[in-house]
């Protein structure tokens, strides 16, 4: 086994910077040229864009500096991380998949901006035991280093694991505290995070989503007179032939309840979410759904046009910047097939924000409305002017352009 020690050849070193470089001037030059065209219009022409940046590129290549700057940053990075995203040979050679003769393993650009965490992280004893550092991890990852690099370690584990309930008990079923290693949490078993809503001062993400009992029992199970806003699964399925949704994502999901409804129905969700102060992955896990860990800014790992639905309540919102969200939009676009349904489920603005920004944004993306319900969002008071749109939107049929 290699030692994360060996250092590495300069001529390596120097290529790996080189990239990492490019890389970085790339992406500030696209934030930057577009962050202002995008909070004005929200659709730069796709032709302009390409035209303008490969001119860029060529253009900027002051390679001596960047090479020496580059250099000097790298000697600071941890020993495993410039192990782990160095170029490596393939030991057949030139693949053409590849185009090339080396594969680079991927990490978030932003990984090395923050380099006491990213030392911290990748300090470990390799064929060993991982450091108990999950809110490390998070952290670095909610930071923009995402995706994190791998490391050599094994991680943390609970010291007697219990093994899940069987499907379908395991669905609505709190899972054994043993399942679960409670170090990055307030809380310290389930009990504790059933009961937090009532013993436990302020926010928490999901503060009331443990308790299987509580709320989680009826969400999307019937639309609620009333405002409007919330609509039922069964609702929204019958507006496609049946059958056609079969599989899709549910993005910040909690704890994956919309996921085990929509199984009810044999249809396939994978649910995002982080481990905001409690066992999130492990929870939706344990009942017995997919839980998968990246944040709303990562690039969703679906090819084109392939789900049937994207689901997501509460979490696409305004405080995510504008221009992160125009890219969110058009990335969950992108990976529903045409026909497939987009439910944006209680979308959160603040009074003329609605009209002036999102509603706007969200109709210059090109899908369909299908329902299309705006109303208050009162529970922190009228004053505040707070408002709420939940829409069910189609990604239409013919739509290449
Ligand atoms: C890696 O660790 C395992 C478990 O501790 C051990 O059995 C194995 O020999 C180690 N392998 C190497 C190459 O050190
Ligand atoms: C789900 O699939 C099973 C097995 O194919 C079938 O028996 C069941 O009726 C289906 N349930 C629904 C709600 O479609």
Not at 64 to 71: A, G, K, L, M, P
Not at 87 to 116: A, E, H, M, W, Y
Not at 120 to 142: F, H, I, T, W
Not at 203 to 219: A, H, I, N, S
């Amino acid at each position: 086994m290699e030692s994360p020690h060996k250092p590495k050849p300069l001529s390596t070193n120097l290529f790996f910077l080189f990239l990492l470089l490019s890389t970085n001037l790339l992406t500030l030059f696209i934030s930057t040229t577009f962050y202002s065209s995008c909070s004005l219009n929200f659709a730069p022409p796709a032709a302009t864009a390409t035209a303008t940046i490969a001119p860029a590129v060529t253009n900027s290549a002051p390679e001596e500096v960047i090479v020496s700057d580059e250099y000097r940053a790298s000697s600071e990075l941890p020993p495993e991380f410039v192990v782990f995203t160095s170029p490596q040979q393939l030991p057949f050679g030139v693949n053409s998949n590849f185009n090339s003769d080396k594969l680079i393993p991927p990490v978030g650009r932003p990984c090395t901006l923050f380099r006491d965490e990213l030392r911290r992280y990748m300090s470990y004893e390799v064929n060993g035991s991982c450091p108990d550092d999950e809110l490390l991890a998070q952290k670095l990852l909610l930071k923009g280093c995402e995706p994190l690099p791998r490391r050599r370690c094994r991680p943390a584990a609970p010291l007697a694991y219990a093994e899940p309930y069987p499907i379908p008990v395991s669905f609505w079923s709190t899972p054994s505290d043993s399942s679960v290693v409670w170090t990055a949490y307030t809380c310290k078993n389930y009990e504790c995070l059933i009961n937090r809503k009532r013993n436990q001062k302020g926010f928490d993400d999901c503060k009331d989503c443990f308790d299987l009992q509580g709320v989680e029992k009826t969400r999307w199970a019937t639309s609620h007179a009333g405002d409007g806003l919330d609509f039922s699964i069964d609702e929204v399925l019958a507006v496609k032939k049946p059958g056609t949704i079969r599989i899709g994502l549910d993005i910040g999901g909690g704890v994956a309840t919309f996921a085990v409804r929509m199984r009810d129905r044999n249809i396939t969700i994978i649910t995002t979410s982080m481990n905001l102060n409690g066992p999130f992955n492990s929870f939706i896990a344990a009942r017995g759904v997919l839980p998968l860990y990246i944040s709303i800014s990562q690039r969703l790992p679906f090819f084109d046009n392939t789900l049937d639905i994207v689901h997501s309540m509460h979490v696409l919102s305004n405080w995510i910047p504008t221009t992160l969200l125009h890219f969110l939009f058009f990335d969950i676009y992108r990976v529903l097939r045409p026909g497939g349904l987009f439910w944006l489920d209680h979308f959160f603005c603040v009074g003329d924000q609605f009209k002036d920004v999102y509603e706007p944004l969200i109709n210059s993306i090109g899908f369909e409305r299908v329902k299309w319900v705006v109303g208050r969002k009162l529970d922190r008071g009228e004053e505040l002017r707070e408002m709420y749109l939940s829409a069910l939107l189609e990604k239409p049929l013919k739509n290449s352009w």
